[in-house]
């Protein structure tokens, strides 16, 4: 097995993980309800930044792309503020 197999495989891993992390947050985001949201960033706003955070991660496959790490970024963002306030 070569060096670029190996690195080809961990990227792959990658892709996958922040896919998924992407992908939950924008399930999330659709399951919440209104009043969750702050107004100064309101529902409306939070589908349109994850649904172009996942669009772009789906034609843009490459896991350490600028548009992926501030995809992955802005969803985990999301995940933090919302989903940690409810505890």
């Known amino acids: 097995m070569s060096f670029f197999e190996v690195q080809g495989g961990i990227a792959l891993v990658l892709a996958l993980i ?43 496959w490459d896991p350490i792309s600028i548009l992926n790490l501030l995809g992955t970024v802005a969803a985990l963002v999301y995940l933090a503020q919302l989903r940690g306030s409810r505890v």
């Open 18 to 60: 922040l896919f998924a992390v992407k992908a939950f947050a924008l399930i999330d985001c659709v399951a919440r309800k209104e009043s969750d949201f702050s107004y100064s960033m309101p529902k409306r706003n939070w589908l349109i930044i994850l649904i172009i955070a996942l669009v772009a991660h789906l034609l843009i």
